[in-house]
């Protein structure tokens, strides 16, 4: 059964013969093989790159042109002509940083790209008469794309065939409405069909259409906002701010003092600029993203934007779109139940025959469709496909004695009055969380506005959904996380509630129908803290209710798979969408899960509270060192003392102290939850820490200053001070460490194990020029250092009470 589409002025279809799919119309066969051979010859392709990743160029750019490697790069040049080679170390460990980042940062574009590949668009076209998948970047100018539900338009294109083509243009726009297309209408990159189909002809593809940006850009590989990434780059601005005097003051302090060994003191002063930087920082960030982006690859998770994962570990309400998300895809058809004496052979004809009239049939046409075939005895003369802002489709039949009829088959509580009779069966269904149908027949056209007002009810089509196997336990690590819920559907608010109670979800039984939500954005954020389940939305409600939400500060995460959750994914803090959503779903969201699985969610949020957690941690540690290392700067400079370390002193302790274990810390699990305000936080134990060492460390290198004598002063000097800042580094490592586990208590217990066989190895002695003299200034030392010690806990403890989370 074929029929020649057509489409009047209100889009409703009328086939001129037969039912069914409609097959190529007269001039709409598409281009030849020969004629795509021509334009790829000209140029004339899609050539928009579609990257999930940025290129392996813009990798090593990024990890070795920085400020930072810049500073360290001219301070190990100057450490290579004055030598030795020792004090040098500090250069090979940023080559080896910047190796590492590189090398990780390319293994998470490897495990991007090939994820991408997987949910990549593919856009139907014809050629040669028949219809393909193709890659974006195949389609060539005047391809001829068809489109449908879901799908999303990615060059620009005329109209050629309207089947009810309804279109969104509102992320391109802004106009939420839905705009009805007709052949010769213009299509624009970036708008998604949100019910009907048809097909157009591409007039402007690659960087020439309006929304050329749009695929690349929402598929990328991006740094965008994160309060990680802001925090970190806060930080450093203030460290270079501190720097610059600092370095200066010591640069001065050097010159202006009577040097017997010139080397010597710009091997110093080196030193004294040098932990300055923090520059495994950034470094550490980055990997922990990397890393976390190649762990969630291969559980099927594609995250498309980096602070992605960060997010979704800040969010504290997540809005779960029932269909797909709950439950599977398909559906059951269990009972059809008649009304008013409706005859059942009739109804399922009509069933049939309404199946058989849309193209592209949702999850609950299918259903039906597989329960009662087309028995292709009625032909369909006009068809309206299902809208989600409608909640009901319909089409008009004509039998074999020219008797038609028109029927609708959508939501009961939409297509009947209230009041009626009927509802309260479908009520009682609804309960026990089955899905209705009402199948009606209506007494004026398709076309007329005012068709739902008389309709006579023939059955009720009760369909069962079938609730995902995982996620009852997915609904239970948000509740015990303390993420707030929120089950948002277009379906009936008590059927959906009584999913999400089978699914043993808290307050599933406080139902909310939608069309009773206030306008005002306010009130409506109000209904949504109090309420947990909410029925009937429409998509511009969606995105309302996400709005309301985030009005009240919440951070919002949405799901959803279907061409209604667009616009609430897009404006959502983090938008997540199953990979068999629409194209246009996929396009907009920050993580798609590639294996439909919702219960890869939670490891997305413990990849995020990872990241979060542990870089908080290792920041600490890096920020405590800039810190100690421009006190004592200061202080030489006003002293007017050399510098109390070489490089090597230094390169020895950021190893022992922060580069190791900072490494461990921030790949470690962490499952604590999220908080705001990185830099507060970081700063708040960084600043009292850093200031404990730097003054304690000074006054240990001025009393051996007053102590030792000779020659060899200076090195028995450093060597009194070393210790004295090891022990109190390694203090703040044991704190920042907290709370232990076996293996934090086995990485700081190796990291001073390394120092004490340095300190008794003689070629270690000699290498890092550490060697304690006497008894009695090492034990001052470490006096000095337990008492640091306890300033420190008594720091951290005014702090936790000062400024509480």
């Not at 402007?204 to 598929?219: F, M």
């Not at 009829?405 to 009041?419: E, I, K, N, R, S």
Request: net charge negative; aromatic share 6%; charged share 20%.
């Amino acid at each position: 059964m074929e029929q020649r589409v057509e489409t009047d002025v209100d889009g409703v279809r009328q086939p001129g013969h037969g039912g069914g799919a409609p097959p190529v119309p007269r001039g709409a066969q598409g281009l030849t093989s020969a004629e795509v051979a021509e334009r790829v010859a000209r140029g004339e392709v899609n050539d928009v790159p579609v990257r999930s990743s940025r290129s392996t160029a813009d990798i090593v750019r990024a990890n070795v042109f920085t400020r930072f490697n810049a500073i360290i790069g001219v301070l190990f040049l100057v450490i290579l002509v004055v030598g030795p080679i020792q004090d040098g170390l500090f250069g090979f460990v940023i080559i080896a940083n910047t190796a590492i980042g590189i090398i990780q940062e390319l293994r998470a574009k490897k495990t991007l790209d090939s994820l991408a590949v997987i949910g990549e668009a593919r856009p139907t076209v014809r050629r040669d008469g028949g219809s393909r998948e193709i890659g974006t970047s195949e389609i060539v100018l005047g391809d001829l794309v068809e489109l449908g539900p879901g799908d999303k338009a990615v060059v620009d294109g005329e109209v050629v065939e309207a089947d009810n083509l309804e279109v969104d243009e509102s992320l391109l726009t802004g106009e939420a409405d839905p705009v009805l297309k007709h052949p010769g209408d213009k299509v624009l990159s970036g708008s998604f069909v949100v019910a009907g189909g048809g097909a157009f002809t591409a007039t402007r593809v690659g960087r020439e259409a309006y929304a050329a940006q749009l695929a690349e850009e929402a598929s990328r590989f991006t740094l965008v906002h994160s309060e990680l990434r802001s925090g970190i780059s806060t930080i450093l601005k203030y460290v270079t701010y501190m720097m610059i005097p600092a370095a200066i003051g010591l640069i001065t302090s050097s010159l202006l003092r009577e040097n017997k060994d010139s080397s010597e003191a710009i091997r110093r002063t080196v030193a004294g600029i040098v932990p300055m930087v923090p520059e495994g920082l950034v470094l550490l960030t980055s990997v922990a993203f990397a890393i976390g982006v190649v762990r969630l690859g291969r559980k099927q998770c594609l995250v498309q934007e980096l602070p992605a994962i960060e997010g979704l570990a800040r969010v504290d309400v997540v809005c779960l779109d029932k269909t797909g998300t709950l439950t599977e895809g398909g559906m059951d058809v269990t009972e059809l139940r008649l009304l008013d004496g409706a005859d059942e052979a009739e109804v399922r004809r009509v069933l049939g025959a309404l199946g058989e009239s849309d193209p592209r049939p949702n999850a609950s046409l299918q259903a039906i469709i597989e329960k009662y075939p087309d028995t292709e005895e009625l032909r369909c003369t006009e068809s309206l496909p299902f809208s989600s802002a409608r909640k009901y489709s319909g089409a008009a039949f004509n039998d074999a004695m020219g008797e038609s009829g028109t029927w609708l088959l959508g939501a009961p509580d939409v297509l009947l009055p209230h009041g009626d009779p009927n509802l309260g069966l479908i009520d009682d269904l609804n309960a026990r969380g089955l899905r209705v149908l009402l199948l009606a027949r209506a007494a004026t056209e398709l076309g007329d506005p005012a068709i739902t007002e008389e309709l006579k009810p023939a059955a009720m089509v009760v369909l069962e959904q079938r609730l995902r196997p995982d996620a009852a336990d997915t609904l239970r690590y948000f509740a015990d996380e303390n993420v707030e819920t929120k089950i948002i559907s277009g379906d009936n608010a008590v059927s959906v509630g009584a999913v999400a109670a089978k699914l043993g979800l808290a307050g599933a039984e406080r139902t909310v129908d939608a069309r009773t939500l206030p306008a005002d954005r306010e009130e409506m954020a109000k209904v949504l803290e109090e309420n947990t389940v909410f029925g009937r939305v429409s998509p511009q409600q969606k995105r309302d209710m996400v709005a309301a939400l985030q009005s009240r500060g919440h951070d919002v995460a949405m799901t959803g798979d279907g061409v209604n959750d667009v616009l609430a994914l897009k404006d959502a803090d983090i938008g997540v969408s199953m990979g068999s959503g629409s194209e246009a779903t996929r396009a907009v969201a920050q993580i798609v899960l590639l294996n439909n699985s919702f219960a890869t969610l939670p490891s997305v949020v413990a990849e995020g509270r990872r990241v979060i957690g542990n870089i908080e941690r290792v920041a600490t540690l890096f920020l405590t060192k800039t810190v100690y290392s421009v006190l004592l700067a200061l202080l030489v400079v006003v002293s007017q003392v050399p510098y109390p370390f070489l490089p090597r002193h230094l390169t020895l302790l950021s190893t022992l102290t922060i580069g190791v274990p900072a490494f461990f810390l921030a790949l470690a699990p962490n499952k604590e939850r999220a908080k705001p305000h990185f830099v507060r936080r970081v700063m708040k134990y960084a600043v009292p820490a850093g200031l404990i060492a730097g003054a304690a460390t000074f006054a240990t290198y001025l009393l051996a200053r007053s102590y030792y004598t000779g020659p060899d002063a200076l090195d028995a000097e450093t060597s009194a001070a070393t210790l004295t800042l090891f022990l109190i580094a390694m203090w703040v490592l044991a704190i920042v460490a907290r709370p232990y586990t076996w293996w934090r208590v086995l990485l700081v217990g190796a990291m001073a194990l390394g120092f004490v066989i340095v300190l008794i190895t003689p070629w270690l002695q000699d290498f890092f020029a550490l060697k304690l003299v006497g008894t009695t200034m090492p034990w001052t030392a470490v006096g000095v250092a337990v008492a640091s010690a306890a300033a420190l806990e008594l720091a951290w403890k005014w702090v936790v009470r000062r400024y509480p989370d």
